[in-house]
């Protein structure tokens, strides 16, 4: 790392530390005792059992672990004061001011003093962390959290580095003995994985015995879970020692306070020593193609140049008959037995996108058409464009966005959608009736009138037949990582999206999470306005018995232009009790920090929505009108279309012949792998057809924003 010179004040600054205190004098301000720098060594001397310098922590944060030190401890008052941290090489070191929270053994900073009672500009946890001393700048010291996250920080002379070095290592050290349980908990459970392993492959007691598989998986979700538990005790602790703080009670009129943490995110900060790799020791049996399957997958299955865009003609298009519902038949014995072998050989937080998930567990569609059914409510899409106001406009986003989960995921049932193949693409449109697409709302508000309150506005007054022309366009541009592109516009509405998504899938025990990364970006040509969106989590709970979905996770839409950006907060349901399915969110206009909306409900189920006038809106996402995608008949598809690509495994799996549609779904992945070690052979990269790569981004090749 280059070295920067300190900001200017940051190398004579002669700022003190403080240690509050009960009986600090009124003048030195309430509660707080200043320390000055000349005595700092010697407070730390005194504090660390007349050793300067050590690691040891006084009694009661770094010392014995009896209940009377403990207790100690915890009367322990938190240090504050300020250091130089270093920022970037643009800004280098800048002044902070520290709070160091021995109860909580979180250490956390701020811009200035005054500012402490507002939320931190960082924290970090301190179990587990390793303080040193740092040699690029003089005075400096590093702080390396167990989450890898690090802190470099200047102190003003060497009395005063040596006495937050010996109170950080005393907080650390104590903070990291207390979870010793859980490291002897992952220990023993190492132990028992590794005996059940060593176990011979058949006999009386083999290391495929359904008993031991079950314990094996069950141990490791145990683990996780524990894990997850202390993390949350530690979060409360830290949350319950913080001054200034109220908590605010949930309801339609307040806002929650600390934010939910998908247990993914959890996971990354808690404590765990179990294993992790990159690929599963799982093998499938190859099955043989017959030489005509060959010729004909080798002549959809392209080596490195796709074909041209395709003009899709509205007169092949006829109204999609497909019933997308899942059966719900739990985990039958048979099935458990392939669950369990799957999951003895998997490790918590092993990245699943290389690893042949069994076929019962797939659901009737592709990954690209489950895109495509999120627009199974268009009048509500095309509606947002017809907002008088920028507020207008975000609002009908966030409700458009918010009923968009339960079509697209079409019920809590946990099925996997078909991987998409390279190249694979998927094409649909919607005939929207102009006279539908209007919001929730049927009044006005007195800030952001609506399309009925506004004549002028498209939409209204029109006969039923006239209708907009919706076009959707999905395409794999890549297989590892796995990344779908999606484009959707309506020329007449001057509107489209442009998103890209590159899906993470990990295993949490006895769970599945899903990460959707990447963004998708919505145009409104006529206003001028782009709003940039992610996407929530995907979670499959229960693997052993009756799976369900659920979604977790905080996104974001926000529009440069007009200053309104949205938060949407996706909750997955708590260890005890609480509602599953949750969601809130709410709307903001950044500039003023005002609140024009807010909503909370279930994103398959009932949303409530209140807006800044007062009003209140009910939608039940269950019998919102959906409107049927239009698409070609298989016989008019290309042979690298959705459903027609894997008509065969549909057509298996519908009549319920699981080994049959194992076959297809073998044979055109077996392809895809050979294809793929051929392009590699001659150099020759795959080309996608309708995307092209910009930056970090794929863009459509021929955007509405470019054409009009």
Known sequence: MEKTQPSPGSGSSRSSSRATSAGSSPSSGAGV???????????????????????????????????????????????????????????????????LDFESGVLQYFVTEASKSQKPRGSLPLAGSCIT???????????????????????TDAKERQFWVAQLQACAKFHTDSPKVMSQVEGQQKT??????SLPGNGPLSALD?????????????????????????????????????????????????????????????????????????????VPTSPQDDQTLRAALKLSQSSPPEQISSCDEMTDQEDSEEEDLGVMDEQRSVILHLISQLKLGMDLTRVVLPTFILEKRSLLEMYANFLSHPDLFLS??????????????????????????????????YNPLIGETFHCCWDVPKAKVKPFRTTGSSTAPTDQAMPQAPGLGLDETESYKLRFVAEQVSHHPPISCFYCECKERRMCVNTHIWTKSKFLGMSIGVSMVGEGVLKLLDHGEEYVFTLPSAYARSILTIPWVELGGKVNITCAKSGYSATVTFHTKPFYGGKIHRVTAEVKHNPTSTIVCKAQGEWNGTLEFTYSNGETKVVDTTKLP??????????????????????HVTNSLKAGDLQLATQHKQRLEERQRVEAKQRAALNAPWKPTYFTKEGDAWIYFNPLWKTQ
């Open 133 to 155: 001393l740092g040699d690029e700048v003089p005075n400096m010291l590093v702080v390396s959290s167990a989450s890898g996250e690090m802190y470099k920080l200047r102190a």
């Open 384 to 417: 947002i464009s017809g907002g008088v106001t920028p507020e207008d406009r975000i609002i009908r986003f966030v409700e458009y966005y918010l009923t968009a989960f339960h079509e697209g995921r079409k019920g809590a049932i946990a099925k996997k959608p």
């Open 626 to 647: 959906v409107i049927k995608k239009r698409l070609r008949p298989l016989d008019k598809q290309g042979p690298f279309e959705s459903r027609n690509l894997w008509q």
């Open 33 to 99: 005792r200043r320390v000055s720098a000349g005595r700092l060594q010697a407070v730390a001397v005194r504090l660390n059992g007349g050793v300067p310098g050590t690691g040891e922590g006084p009694p009661g944060i770094g010392g014995s672990s009896s209940a009377g030190t403990r207790e100690q401890h915890h009367k322990q008052q938190p240090l504050e004061g300020v250091l130089s941290k270093y920022t970037n090489l643009l800004q280098g070191w800048q002044n902070r001011y520290f709070l």
């Open 192 to 197: 028992l994985t590794q005996t059940i392993e």
């Open 210 to 286: 359904q008993d031991l598989l079950l314990l094996k998986a069950t141990s490791a979700a145990t683990l996780s879970c524990l894990g997850e538990c202390l993390n949350l005790l530690q979060q409360s602790m830290y949350q319950v020692g913080q001054q200034n703080k109220t908590v605010t009670s949930e309801s339609i009129l307040g806002w929650p306070g600390p934010k939910s943490q998908s247990p993914e995110h959890l996971r990354n900060g808690g404590i765990t020593s179990l294993p992790s790799t990159t690929s599963a020791n799982i093998n499938w049996a190859a």
